[in-house]
């Protein structure tokens, strides 16, 4: 071991200076933008809790079928279809805390008849 090897050797030993330099918290390499392994994204929570479509009330499940918001709270539908009728008219299936009335606990509502056709609205 040549002299330079030595000295070097002798201070680290001694506590003059670390044998390695740790970089952040830990010994990552984020703090400067090194080679850290970045941590995986947190995995998407499901929103929605509803198994069956409010306004078909067919089956669903996360994943599989799409996801809307409706004042503030997330169901899934059995087809993006459903969306603006669930969006436009909550009151024909959901009670009056959001949940949807074909889901265990809500009282199912008979959904209101179609208006006829226009030609045959009359007061």
Sequence with gaps: ???P???????AL???FPLAAQCGP???H???GGYATPEPPPRAKARATNTRCPVMNVP???GKHPETQVEGRFYLLCCEACAPELA???EKYLDAEGRPLNERGGARRERPADPPPSSEHRH
Aim: charged fraction near 10%; glycine fraction near 24%; charge should be neutral.
């Design 1 to 3: 071991m040549n002299a």
């Design 5 to 11: 090897s030595k000295l070097l050797l002798g201070l």
């Design 14 to 16: 001694a506590g003059g």
């Design 26 to 28: 830990g010994g990552s």
């Design 30 to 32: 984020g703090s400067h």
């Design 60 to 62: 669903v499940a996360p």
């Design 88 to 90: 436009d008219h909550p």
